[in-house]
């Protein structure tokens, strides 16, 4: 009876490793773990606060892309060297279409990062580490963007004609000027061209907001 059943296990053993059983099993869980930390990342953190589904697309398919990759090629014991290359090789990506806010760019690291820790991480001993490092980042991401504590300074790029306030000492002749007409809560301005010719001139006028309402794009040149 022992005899069968060994044989019987062997056998087993060896269909399993002709048929690569046991790493379909592997690739399956983690990548359904991975998918649903992701998923909590995107469509219950990032998109119902920020509702801008263009780049939902990016998110999804770039951590399922880094994902296979890593996975597949983490048989050649390159693992530490090759998560490290592959992070710095997405580093230097840029869109050259369109200009990424920078929180984008911070959840599209994360999708990047949960690819190389759910395909790359060593679960022989269990997958406490894994379930914990995974919570780290989806606490700490909940958390900040639930936080209103912190104001965010944004501005308004304004021609300005009464160029007889721009002295400093009628700057707060300006301010005052600039609240009544723009209705914003501004508290300092800058002087970044006067044109006397014209009699205007082109300021900042900067505003304390618990969102960021300022075009990331007005200072993001193309090399």
């Not at 048929?19 to 990548?31: H, Q, T, V």
């Not at 970044?192 to 009699?199: A, P």
Request: hydrophobic share 45%; with cysteine.
């Amino acid at each position: 009876m022992d005899k069968e059943f060994l044989d019987t296990a062997n056998e087993l053993a060896t269909v399993t490793g002709i048929f690569g059983l046991s790493s379909i099993w592997d690739f399956a869980i983690r990548y359904a773990f991975n998918l649903i930390m992701v998923y909590i990342v995107v469509r219950v953190i990032y998109y119902p606060r920020h509702k801008n589904k263009d780049f939902l697309f990016t998110f999804f398919l770039f951590n399922t892309v880094n994902f296979l990759i890593c996975f597949l090629l983490s048989t050649t014991k390159l693992k530490l060297g090759f998560a490290f290359g592959m992070f710095a090789i997405f580093s230097i990506l840029r869109y050259r279409t369109v200009s990424v806010p920078i929180r984008e760019m911070g959840y599209f690291f994360v999708c990047v990062t949960l690819g190389l820790l759910n395909s790359l991480a060593d679960v022989t001993n269990g997958w406490p580490i894994l379930l914990l490092s995974n919570s780290i980042l989806l606490i700490l991401i909940f958390l900040l963007e639930r936080s209103q504590s912190l104001a965010h300074e944004n501005y308004k790029e304004i021609n300005y004609e009464r160029i007889d306030l721009i002295k400093p000492d009628r700057r707060e002749e300006m301010i005052k000027d600039l609240i009544d007409r723009t209705g914003l809560p501004i508290h300092r301005v800058e002087i970044n061209k006067i044109d006397f010719l014209k009699d205007v001139t082109r300021i900042k006028a900067f505003y304390l907001s618990t969102t960021n309402e300022t075009d990331a794009s007005v200072d993001n040149d193309d090399d």
